[in-house]
């Protein structure tokens, strides 16, 4: 590559956010637990339901209360997701936006205290990390188990995950050596990894090519960008 691409290529990647405006302050019944993003939405999942909550609205609405400890939230299709941290395993239930069940599964997953499992669902499947035996569980969005995908967790109870591209997520075991990977789903390749990142506490889409990643030095926590196809 001449300098000249690697000038034309850094000048086209996004700069990095350098600061946040406070706009508003949202009032839920309860701890929020987790946050999707959804058609103009914003989905909460709360210790005792999931709230929805407008661009302009100051107050959530309970939407699901029918379920406790929802430590997964995640929107496909019209349908709400809800990973449930239950009484002795974790349980998915399936909603729809008006918030009425239309059904549920168990995984094999023991509970764990204080245990924080996201998932994601990507091309009509659904991935949720399994640390205890460090392996991605791959059902379908009926609850059919299709198959185990190993995944270095690294036996972490709280473990963040997001969709990329293709068939491949981002994984995140939130250790004090992370590391943060991708991982295709169907082959279970992993594709890069990134392993200076301390306790990478999830990872959000930026610009379509880019990831904010939440991690932290000695003293704090702080935002990095990585690109999504190589992890730099």
């Known amino acids: ?21 406070f706009i508003r302050q949202v009032n839920f019944p309860d701890e929020p637990e987790c946050v999707c ?41 019209d349908e709400i997701y809800v990973l449930v941290n239950d009484v002795s395993y974790f349980k998915m239930y399936v909603y729809n ?22 998932f994601a669902v990507i091309n009509d499947k659904v991935v949720i990390p ?8 791959i059902y379908s969005l009926t609850g059919e188990s299709l198959k185990n995908i190993p995944c270095p967790l690294g036996s972490c109870d709280q473990v963040y ?9 981002i994984v995140s075991p939130c250790n004090p050596m992370g590391p943060l990977f991708k991982i295709n789903i169907e082959n279970g390749d992993i594709l890069w990894r990134k392993s200076n990142l301390k306790s990478p506490n999830g990872a959000v889409s930026y610009k379509v090519d880019y990831l904010l ?9 702080h935002i990095c960008m990585l690109n999504i196809h190589t992890g730099k």
């Open 161 to 169: 995950i997001h969709t990329a591209n293709d068939d491949c997520v």
């Open 213 to 221: 990643v939440c991690a932290r030095d000695s003293t704090d926590y």
């Open 130 to 137: 399994h640390p205890q035996e460090d392996l991605l569980l």
């Open 1 to 21: 590559m001449s300098d000249g691409d690697t000038k034309i290529q850094a000048e086209s990647a996004p700069k990095l956010p350098t600061a946040l405006k």
């Open 37 to 77: 993003r959804y058609n103009g939405v914003t989905y909460v999942g709360l210790y005792n339901g999931v709230a929805k909550v407008s661009d302009d609205e100051t107050t959530g609405e309970m939407i699901i209360d029918d379920v406790a400890d929802a430590t997964g939230l995640f929107i496909y299709k």
């Open 97 to 118: 936006l008006q918030g009425k069940r239309k059904r549920e599964w168990d995984t094999r997953m023991h509970c764990v205290n204080h245990g924080m499992i996201k």
